[in-house]
Structures are given as C-alpha cells and as structure tokens.
C-alpha cells in the first residue's frame, strides 16, 4: 500500500517535542522567563541592538507570546527580519507592534494585557 510506505518514512524524520507555555506564577518562573530573553537576545546579530533590550520589553512579549516560545520566536524574528529591511538594526516595542502573530497569541492578548496593566501579572522579580 503506497500511503503507508509514504507516512511511515515521513513519520520516522522527525521527533515530537513538547514545551510547555512558560508562565509567571512566582519568581523562580520569572527568572526563567527573563533567562529566555537574554539567551535569545546573545544569539541575534542586529548592529545598534542594545543589550537588555529584549528584558526591557519582558513584559510585552510576554503578553504578544503569550508565554508560548514559538510564538515568542515567530516575532521576534520578524522584528529582526523587519529592522534589517528597515535599516534601524534594533527592536522597539513600536517596530514590534507592527508584527502579526499567530491567533492563539493575538486571542490571549487582550487578557494578559489587562493583567498586566492592573498588576496581577508581571515578569519583574519580587
């Protein structure tokens, strides 16, 4: 049967990971998260990115990903890809406003947001 012989070589190329959603329940949970931010903000090579920039936008991007790191990933390398073309070679939260996200993230927005704002919700270490 020729379907089987296809998915059975297509299955056998990749291993499925899981990653939970990080979250922000306590301090151990934040210093993770910011940790997260300054690994991935040594890895991206924009020439006027100032260091600290992703953990100055902690907040935001935890709100835009909603704690998911694809997510988290998919805009921050739009925001690098868009700074290039742009020619500023930095992020800012405004160059990252600009950026569309998946659906699941843009949904949980509006709540993380407001959380935020009201203070029930924060990547600061207390």
């Given at each position: 049967?020729?379907g089987k012989h296809v998915q059975a070589?297509?299955?056998?190329?990749?291993?499925?990971?899981?990653?939970?959603?990080?979250?922000?329940?306590?301090?151990?949970?934040?210093?993770?998260?910011?940790?997260?931010?300054?690994?991935?903000?040594?890895?991206?090579?924009?020439?006027?990115?100032?260091?600290?920039?992703?953990?100055?936008?902690?907040?935001?991007?935890?709100?835009?990903s909603s704690g998911h790191f694809s997510?988290?990933?998919?805009?921050?390398?739009?925001?690098?890809?868009?700074?290039?073309?742009?020619g500023d070679e930095t992020l800012t939260?405004?160059?990252?406003?600009?950026?569309?996200?998946?659906?699941?993230?843009?949904?949980?927005?509006?709540?993380?947001?407001?959380?935020?704002?009201?203070?029930?919700?924060?990547?600061?270490?207390?």
């Open positions: 049967m020729p070589q297509t299955s056998r190329r990749w291993t499925r990971y899981t990653l939970s959603r990080f979250t922000l329940a306590d301090n151990n949970e934040r210093k993770v998260w910011i940790t997260l931010l300054k690994t991935i903000e040594k890895h991206l090579v924009l020439a006027n990115l100032r260091e600290g920039t992703l953990e100055r936008l902690a907040d935001y991007l935890y709100t835009r997510s988290l990933m998919a805009i921050i390398t739009r925001a690098c890809h868009r700074a290039v073309r742009n939260r405004a160059l990252i406003d600009g950026i569309k996200n998946d659906q699941a993230a843009e949904d949980a927005r509006r709540t993380l947001a407001a959380d935020m704002t009201a203070g029930r919700l924060t990547t600061a270490i207390r």
